[in-house]
Nanobody, 126 residues
């Protein structure tokens, strides 16, 4: 069984930046693709971005391209989400998740992820 713990959320001004971390324990972290999702109040969970097992391939939701960057450090069993040019509409709980496979195929599909973190709150003020 895998445990995922997100950190790095907080309150930032519009236009600011934030870097989220997701630390994994248990299992073989480097064998799996990882993803970030978010959920705003009253809305469904939304795909943000995913990264394959090695970090060599990524897949971004269109609305995140150019502002968000995913990376991973397999030696540290950690995946990151760098968020720049934040907007109030980015306010949400951000979740880290481990995919069933090694690639980013169908990475947008939340049903393809077996393990989820508890989430970290990101609030962007105007």
């Amino acid at each position: 069984q895998v445990q995922l713990v997100e950190s790095g959320g907080g309150l930032v001004q519009a236009g600011g930046s934030l870097r989220l971390s997701c630390a994994a324990s248990g299992g073989s972290f480097s064998n799996y693709a990882m993803g970030w999702f978010r959920q705003a109040p009253g809305k469904e969970r939304e795909f943000v971005v995913a990264i394959n097992w090695s970090g060599g391939s990524t897949y971004y939701a269109d609305s995140m391209k150019g502002r968000f960057t995913i990376s991973r450090d397999n030696a540290k069993n950690t995946v990151y989400l760098q968020m720049n040019s934040l907007k109030p509409e980015d306010t949400a709980v951000y979740y880290c998740a481990q995919n069933r496979g090694a690639t980013v195929r169908a990475a947008y599909d939340a049903t393809k992820y077996d393990y989820w973190g508890q989430g970290t709150q990101v609030t962007v003020s105007s």
